[in-house]
């Protein structure tokens, strides 16, 4: 797998800032994706009080959702806990799972956000950046943007709004659950990307890619 780091890991949040000004120019909003047989869960867990990163990778293929492949790797935490910054802490540990991989994923759903942030840089576009591979970001919680409520149905949505623009999709993925925050990563559209969440769950809240990635970086038993 080709990584194209075009820039080095910096260690302040006002160096991080500049290069998610330079690299948001570089994410592509529309469908450049072929048939999807593999896609993978990215999540990231920490060990010895945070000084460790563990990075997990979950490939699945698709649309049978079966757990093909894995890869696990850690490494030191080298940036501190900034929201808005947290590609920063998070994606040098995913960049040394990756390479582990036998198969390399057509599409990568990432725990986290994706054009739903500040700078229009969240964690799925920096990796999808870098890898030059679709990526979608899958968010637990809200970080910016407001939407209309959410119907209580599974696959009930809403589109998250910030400054007049459509920045992501609040979708319930599962009835009468808390939603989750689904938003363009890279080399997709936000209709596409909210297809493809949707064909990776099942009766959970997450979708299969993140629930076994979690379970791997956390080794937390599946419950959402």
């Known amino acids: 797998m080709e990584i ?3 820039h080095p890991w910096v260690k302040t949040v006002a160096e991080a800032k500049v290069i998610q000004e330079q690299l948001k120019h570089q994410v592509i909003t529309s469908d450049c994706l072929a048939k999807v047989n593999y896609v993978a869960g990215v999540d990231i867990g920490f060990e010895a009080n945070y000084t460790i990163s563990k990075a ?5 293929s698709y649309p049978e959702l079966e757990l093909v492949e894995q890869a696990i790797a850690r490494i030191p935490t080298a940036f501190p806990y900034v929201p808005g910054y947290l590609s920063f802490r998070e994606i040098p540990a995913i960049l040394a799972a990756l390479p582990q991989l036998n198969i390399t994923p057509d599409l990568i759903l990432c725990d986290g956000q994706g054009l739903a942030h500040p700078r229009r840089l969240g964690l799925a576009c920096h990796l999808g950046v870098l890898l030059n591979i679709p990526t979608i970001g899958v968010a637990k919680s809200l970080l910016i943007g ?26 319930r993925s599962r009835t009468k659950v808390k939603p989750i925050y689904i938003s363009i990563g890279h080399k ?3 209709p596409t990307a909210l297809d493809y969440v949707m064909g990776c769950l099942t ?9 076994w990635a979690d379970k791997l970086a956390s080794h937390r038993k599946q419950s959402q």
């Open 4 to 6: 194209n780091l075009t």
């Open 56 to 60: 997990a990778v979950a490939v699945l």
């Open 146 to 171: 407001k939407h209309e409520a959410v119907a209580i149905a599974k696959g009930s949505w809403q589109p998250l709004i910030d400054k007049g623009e459509t920045i992501g999709i609040v979708l």
């Open 188 to 190: 997709i559209s936000l």
């Open 203 to 211: 009766k959970y809240r997450l979708p299969e890619t993140t629930r």
